[in-house]
């Protein structure tokens, strides 16, 4: 079994920046490939990066340049850097965890709850 948990999210205006975590517990947090995804209201849950335990990354088109991924193997811990926010980035941000790698959301096998980014204009 796998815990994630999430953290860092609030409200911010157009240009500002956050930097969500993620802790996490059960698995062997250095061999799982450690996703972001979002989902705003009305709308399906988005990949947006993924980290593998290699460090290989992987981003949304709608956020290269803008966000950045990391982790930090001996905290069990990701990172998902945001800069240059804009108000179509507001949504619920989750963190989730594989084995392997992809973008899919049916792939990943282990959710946090969420947390709320809000970006306002």
């Known amino acids: 079994q796998v815990q994630l948990v999430e953290s860092g999210g609030g409200l911010v205006q157009a240009g500002g920046s956050l930097r969500l975590s993620c802790a996490a517990s059960g698995r062997t947090f250095s061999r799982s490939t450690m996703g972001w995804f979002r989902q705003a209201p009305g709308k399906e849950r988005e990949f947006v990066a993924y980290?593998?335990?290699?460090?290989?990354?992987n981003y949304a088109d709608s956020v290269k340049g803008r966000f950045t991924i990391s982790r930090d193997n001996a905290k069990n811990t990701v990172y998902l850097q945001m800069n240059s926010l804009q108000p179509e980035d507001t949504a619920v941000y989750y963190c989730a965890s594989r084995t392997g790698w992809g973008t899919s959301v049916e792939s990943y096998d282990y959710w946090g709850q969420g947390t709320q980014v809000t970006v306002s204009s």
């Open positions: 980290i593998t335990g290699s460090g290989m990354k």
